[in-house]
């Protein structure tokens, strides 16, 4: 399994600040005689294949949001804001299966202070709307069982306070890298922006602290363990975030 470099606290302190914390019918035949009954018509192939079932779809997401999810995803975690300006969002598993993509654990999250943005940008308090890849994973404790690489040691240190004067001690304990403007394939705690600087980063899950974050996601310290050891690689895992009204669309 790869592992990376561990970075110096400093530039998790950084990373932070800046980023944690998208045909016509044809007529019938006419009879001069009434029929005494009606006979049901007789079942055709087509009529069969019509009345099967569409595959199952993520529960909210509109046609432009299903457009966006790639054609090789077969793990998707679907976080749904409970409005555009709101800090509180419910998270969903989904697993894609035969039958199309079926939905596991569900658990209740925090995102950015002032909600959602489909243009993020760094310091607006807004969590990016969007789909992402999630490739790598770190944190200040030892991998917990994860299959992606995972990054392990001090540059995940994360002092201070939220918003609600709690304490951020253990946030990073645990993290899940967002791709969002960063480049896949490397530690969370990698600085390069594609997108520049100016359209923020750092956007992680994370374990919950009990308030809204800067960007990021966060769950409790259960759930993040159970993340990391649910997503596969292999299965080419994605995030679908945003509030509810975005997400239809």
């Given at each position: 399994m790869p592992k990376y470099q561990p970075r110096v606290a400093l530039l998790a302190a950084s990373l932070f600040l800046t980023g944690c914390g998208g045909g016509a019918v044809a007529s019938p035949n006419h009879s001069s005689v009434a029929p005494s009954h009606t006979s049901a018509p007789t079942p055709t192939?087509?009529?069969?294949?019509s009345a099967e079932a569409a595959p199952l779809q993520p529960h909210g997401l509109g046609p432009k949001t299903l457009a966006q999810i790639p054609s090789d995803a077969r793990q998707l975690v679907l976080v749904?804001?409970?409005?555009?300006?709101?800090?509180?969002?419910?998270?969903v598993l989904y697993?894609?299966?035969?039958?199309?993509?079926?939905?596991?654990?569900?658990?209740?999250?925090?995102?950015?202070?002032?909600?959602?943005?489909?243009?993020h940008m760094g310091g607006d308090l807004r969590s990016p709307i969007g789909v992402f890849g999630?490739?790598?994973?770190?944190?200040l404790l030892r991998n917990p069982g994860t299959k992606l690489p995972y990054d392990h040691g001090y540059g995940f240190?994360?002092?201070?306070?939220g918003f609600e004067g709690e304490s951020l001690a253990g946030s990073f304990d645990y993290v899940v890298a967002i791709n969002y403007n960063r480049r896949p394939g490397t530690t969370p705690l990698d600085w390069t922006r594609p997108l520049g600087a100016s359209r923020g980063g750092g956007i992680w899950f994370h374990?919950?602290?009990?308030?809204?974050?800067?960007?990021?996601?966060?769950?409790?310290?259960?759930?993040?363990?159970?993340?990391?050891?649910?997503?596969?690689?292999?299965r080419h895992p994605v995030v679908v975030m945003g509030d509810a009204a975005s997400l239809a669309r």
């Open positions: 192939a087509s009529s069969e294949m749904t804001g409970h409005g555009k300006n709101s800090p509180r969002s419910t998270v697993e894609l299966g035969e039958t199309g993509w079926q939905p596991g654990a569900t658990w209740q999250a925090h995102n950015a202070l002032k909600g959602w943005s489909d243009h999630l490739t790598d994973a770190g944190g240190a994360s002092p201070g306070t374990v919950d602290h009990g308030g809204p974050t800067h960007g990021c996601v966060s769950i409790s310290e259960t759930h993040m363990k159970e993340l990391l050891r649910t997503l596969d690689p292999a």
